[in-house]
């Protein structure tokens, strides 16, 4: 038999008036360690700023940590753990048991902030005449801070990677006098020359889909959409980058259609370059300038800016670290990086041990246990850091000659020339397909890919010296020095500088033959003479491309070899050259792409070489 059942009557309780969401929720806390504020801070011209607030529960007199940002203020610390060493992301971990307070702000128009977003806005001035900046917005919060946070000391520093370090290095343009230290990570600095959105010209066509996840909502976005799995195909498919763009409704987008419009190193760039900016407004405040050996977003700034600096005699503020890490590596784990392993944590121990004391020594009035040197560099060939008091280490240039028979010398050789047929309708990819940009394993190891799928191809070409009979040191900023002709009237150099290991390695047999990029950059032809304005290349005329390549601390060891690849496409990364003179390469026609053969000179012909900042201390 079934048990049966009675029939009850409904009572007043079993029915829900009105929403089932209370108006507040506020659960107990009791378990919590720390306690967290949001408020809206107010800006100099009213627009309220959204601002969370994070304090370890019973602080007194602790330091301010904040950042600013486009990505959501309320990411990094989750909002359901109530331990904070569990709760923040694992940048903050090492502050937490230092005993810090945490402040993350969204900048105008993004997120919960008010205001109108303008991506990474200029500065007040020609390009901005309205009355408040980054500057001003860092200004404004940090004063609100200092006088409203009681459990703090009202003093605070600065820190953040990328963007982030952008809105930190725009702080110090004009600093707040409670802004006693920072630390730019890997910021945005100069967008034409070496840094998200260009490399000296050519354009990097997955800043696309951050154009789309950035720019086309308040919160969070998507990237452009793709009909195939393969991003190689897909940007192969859609024309030149200007095309494809607007074929997804890119010219409703603002930033877009200034940054299509202005191709060349013209005022638009050169007026929002920081590094410019702060040696125009040098700033008081004790600075340490990040970025990582193989930082596949940006890569020029911290640098740069801090060799701009030092050149203008700011030598007290400053100080510069790059680690062996890709780009915003240094809030992550920093053990390896592709096949690179490194003994330790590389991050975690620079986090603790230095970038912490540094803080430290201006926030709480600490001494550092060991004296914190001005410049640090990893060395990734022999797996430790190496301190400098400056930077370039080195900066005399030794030149290492291309010469016959894909050789390369330190001597000067014979007259030559090689030559390869650079096809736009068959260009070299980065890393080997498929390429998909939302691969994060792909893309944050792409500057450490060996390149044997490149050597390969009959359009790239390679230069190697004799394996080594002794160590050779470069410690510094290497340059590439192409003299070339050209049968078409523009063109794209690309120049590597690798380490290729032995072929066998006993200490990791998979690396044996590993070609090993350490420093590789691109350069647009038509701005050879002048950055601010393209001129056509005369074909078949031995003309000069000379461009700056990234920093590097390395050994080649003996055995190795070293070898220079060039080639003249670099996709879907960077955007590809038509290779025939056209006035804006964002909207070339499909006819404007051609075939055409480019030969590299040697020798008196024209004396293509590398300049490497070779030591000569080892
Ligand atoms: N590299 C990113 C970015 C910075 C600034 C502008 C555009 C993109 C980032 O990681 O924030």
């Known amino acids: 038999l079934l048990a049966g059942q009675s029939v009850t009557p409904v009572t007043p309780d079993m029915i ?34 959204h601002t969370v607030i994070v304090i370890p529960k019973g602080a007194k007199n602790l330091p301010m940590l904040f950042e600013r940002g486009p990505y959501d203020a309320t990411f990094d610390v ?10 923040v992301w694992s940048a903050l971990r090492e502050w937490v048991d230092d005993g810090y307070i945490f402040v993350s702000q969204d900048v105008r128009g993004k997120y919960a902030s008010q205001g109108d977003y303008v991506m990474t806005r200029p500065p007040r001035g020609p390009l901005n005449p309205s009355n408040t900046d980054d500057t001003t917005d860092a200004y404004d919060t940090i004063a609100w801070l200092a006088k409203n946070v009681p459990e703090s000391n009202g003093k605070v520093g600065m820190i953040g990677s990328s963007y982030d370090g952008w809105t930190v290095a725009m702080a110090l343009l004009g600093p707040n006098p409670a802004l006693k230290v920072a630390a730019p990570e890997s910021p945005m600095v100069d967008g034409w020359r070496g840094d998200d959105w260009f490399h000296n010209g050519a354009f990097r066509q997955g800043n696309l889909d951050y154009f789309t996840e950035q720019s086309t909502v308040a919160g969070a976005a998507n990237p452009v959409p793709r009909l195939g799995y393969d991003d190689y195909q897909t940007y192969l498919d859609g024309g030149a980058a200007g095309v494809y763009a607007n074929a997804h409704g890119f010219q409703q987008l603002p930033f877009w259609n200034r940054l299509s419009a202005h191709p060349a190193y013209d005022a638009f760039w050169q007026l929002q370059a920081i590094d410019k900016l702060e040696v125009a407004h040098p700033s008081h405040v004790p600075t340490m300038w990040l970025q990582g050996l193989w930082d596949q977003e940006d890569i020029y700034g911290a640098v740069h800016t801090f060799e701009a600096l030092d050149k203008a005699g700011d030598k007290d503020n400053n100080h510069l670290v790059m680690g062996p890490w890709y780009h ?98 068959k260009p070299i990819p980065f890393v080997p397909q ?22 390969s191809r009959p359009d790239v070409i390679s230069f190697e010296t004799a394996p080594l009979d002794h160590a050779v040191s470069v410690q510094g900023d290497p340059v590439a020095d192409v003299f070339a002709k050209i049968t078409g009237s523009d063109v794209d150099f690309v120049v590597k500088i690798i380490d290729v290991y032995p072929p066998s390695f006993a200490e990791q047999p998979e690396m044996g033959g590993y070609e090993l990029p350490i420093s590789m950059d691109i350069f647009r032809g038509r701005y050879r003479k002048d950055l601010a304005v393209p001129s056509a290349v005369p074909s078949n005329e031995v003309q000069e491309y000379k461009f700056g390549l990234p920093s590097v601390n390395y050994v080649f060891q003996p055995g190795h070899r070293i070898m220079v690849q060039i080639q003249s496409t670099w996709f879907p990364v960077y955007d590809r050259n038509p290779q025939t003179y056209v006035p804006n390469i964002f909207f070339a026609k499909p006819e404007d792409y051609r075939a055409e053969t480019i030969s590299v000179m040697h020798g008196a012909d024209g004396e293509s070489a590398v300049l490497l900042p070779v030591s000569e201390s080892r």
């Open 328 to 425: 915003s590596q240094i809030n992550r784990e920093g053990r390896s990086l592709g096949p690179l392993l490194w003994p330790g944590d590389t991050t975690a121990d620079f986090r603790k041990n230095v970038l912490i004391p540094f803080f430290d020594q201006y926030l709480k009035d600490e001494k550092p246990a060991h004296p914190l040197p001005r410049v640090m560099v990893y060395n990734p060939a022999e797996k430790h850091w190496e301190s400098f008091s400056d930077w370039p280490a080195v900066r005399q240039l030794t030149p290492l000659y291309l010469a016959a028979d894909h050789q390369l010398s330190f001597a000067q050789p014979a007259a030559g020339e090689d030559s390869y047929v650079s096809d736009p309708a």
């Open 78 to 87: 989750k909002p359901s753990v109530p331990i904070l060493r569990d709760a």
């Open 16 to 49: 829900q008036q009105g929403s089932d969401i209370p108006k507040a929720w506020n659960p107990p806390k009791d378990q919590w360690n720390y306690i967290r504020r949001e408020v809206m801070i107010p800006m100099r011209d009213g627009v309220k700023l």
């Open 434 to 455: 498929p390429i998909r940009f939302d691969d994060r394993a792909q893309w944050t190891t792409w500057l450490v890919q060996d390149q044997r799928f490149a050597a």
